[in-house]
């Protein structure tokens, strides 16, 4: 579960709203697609969620837990793929998984068995003994995700996920989404990949200048706004709030 409860925060000393009021309920077992314009506040919101920034106002919950009262549960609680990459990268990947398992104190025998299943997954296993600044953009992409599910957390947050992936690597990631779904663990993610937000995901919500502008099922929103495919309804709201 994930709650947002008028959560703003604002850049330039007040003088831009990059979140505004923002009030949010994503339910376990969910795949949520956060959707909107560049500049709408999506990372920032992202941001927010795994305690990077600091609301100016408003709380949030990650399984009943409140980021702000107990940061340090929270934050296990979740794996995040930020939109860039944060890695210390004279380490081999196989040493930076390594890290990442300590970090989150997770058992040999269960990290063993994680690293195994993604590095197959993801066709990272004959560069794992690499260091990552040799790694291509796709390569430190899927490295961050593998070691964002190391500890398997209840949350998945992942900030334009797509990015620089292969087809197959894109498959994958999709599948595996929607399989931890399944198990009841929740996945929020943002993308501009308008056509795989619509395939994918149970509920979306479109932000535009930092205002929740929508949330629902994909098929719900698409019925009510007279449109046959999510591109539609995106131009539609987006537009009709510019």
Not at 4 to 33: M, P
Not at 50 to 67: A, H, Q
Not at 176 to 188: H, I, N, P, W
Request: aromatic share 8%.
């Amino acid at each position: 579960m994930i709650r947002f409860e008028n959560v703003t925060k604002t850049y330039a000393g007040g003088a831009t709203k990059a979140v505004d009021d923002l009030c949010l309920e994503i339910d376990s077992g969910k795949v949520f697609g956060f959707l909107g314009p560049n500049g709408a506040g999506k990372t920032t919101t992202i941001k927010m969620m795994t305690g990077i920034l600091n609301p100016d106002s408003g709380k949030i919950w990650l399984e009943n837990v409140e980021l702000e009262k107990d940061p340090m549960t929270a934050k296990r609680m979740f794996g995040f793929v930020p939109d860039t990459f944060e890695m210390f990268e004279r380490l081999t990947g196989m040493e930076y998984l390594q890290f990442l398992a300590d970090l989150y104190l997770v058992g040999d025998a269960e990290r063993k068995a994680h690293m195994e299943k993604y590095l197959e997954l993801f066709e990272l296993k004959n560069a794992i003994q690499q260091q990552i600044r040799s790694y291509s953009h796709g390569m430190k992409q899927k490295l961050q995700i593998i070691g964002s599910l190391i500890h398997q957390p209840r949350i998945w947050i992942l900030d334009e996920p797509m990015v620089g992936l292969d087809p197959a690597s894109m498959h994958a990631l999709k599948q595996e989404m929607r399989a931890y779904c399944e198990s009841g663990k929740t996945v929020f993610f943002s993308t501009h990949v308008l056509d795989v937000a619509e395939r994918l995901c149970d509920e979306i919500g479109i932000i535009r200048q930092g205002k929740l502008i929508a949330k629902g099922e994909p098929e719900t929103l698409m019925k009510n706004d007279s449109v046959t495919t999510l591109e539609d309804l995106f131009l539609n709201l987006t537009e009709k709030e510019a």
